[in-house]
C-alpha cells in the first residue's frame, strides 16, 4: 500500500523529509536536482555515501558554480555527479531512496527554500511511482556529462 506525506515551506517539514530520507537510505539513492546549497542536506548526502550508499546525483551545469554550491564538494568526495549540457536547464527536484521512497515537488534543496520561499514536497513510498522517476533518471544520467573524471 501506497504511503505519502506532504510538506510545505517556508519552514523545516520539507528540509527534514529529505534529510531524514537520506539518513535511512540503505542501498541507492538517485538525486536529480536542479541545485543543492544546503549545507545540513550535503552533509546528510556524504554520510550516506561513506556509509556505503550508492549515491549519484544529476543536476543543472548552470548550478555547479553558484555561490554556495556543494555540488563540486560532493563530486570531489567521490559521489559521481553528472550536469545537463542542454542549452535549457535540467530543472527537476526529485530523488529516489532504495527503489521505492520519492520524493518530489518545487524544493529546492538550498537555505533560502528552507526559510523564505513558498515551495513544497511529496514524499511517496510505492516502488512503482519510484519506477518511472528512476527511469527518467537513467534517461537524463546516460545523457549528462561527468563533472569530474577521475
Request: hydrophobic share 35%; aromatic share 12%.
Amino acid at each position: 500500500m501506497m504511503e505519502y506525506q506532504i510538506a510545505f515551506s517556508p519552514g523545516p517539514s520539507c528540509k527534514q523529509h529529505i534529510i531524514s530520507t537520506l539518513r535511512e537510505a540503505n542501498t541507492i539513492l538517485n538525486i536529480c536536482v536542479f541545485t543543492i546549497s544546503d549545507d545540513f542536506i550535503k552533509d546528510a548526502i556524504k554520510a550516506a555515501f561513506d556509509r556505503g550508499v550508492e549515491v549519484r546525483i544529476i543536476t543543472d551545469n548552470y548550478k555547479v558554480s553558484d555561490e554556495g554550491s556543494d555540488i563540486e564538494e560532493l563530486s570531489l568526495h567521490g559521489i559521481p555527479v553528472r550536469v545537463d549540457e542542454s542549452e535549457n536547464h535540467m530543472h527537476h527536484k526529485f530523488m529516489v531512496a532504495d527503489d521505492e521512497i520519492t520524493i518530489t515537488g518545487s524544493y529546492n534543496w538550498t537555505r533560502s527554500a528552507e526559510r523564505y520561499n513558498q515551495e513544497n514536497i511529496v514524499w511517496v513510498k510505492d516502488p512503482m511511482f519510484a519506477k518511472p522517476f528512476n527511469q527518467e533518471f537513467e534517461k537524463l544520467w546516460e545523457e549528462s556529462s561527468e563533472l569530474y573524471s577521475y
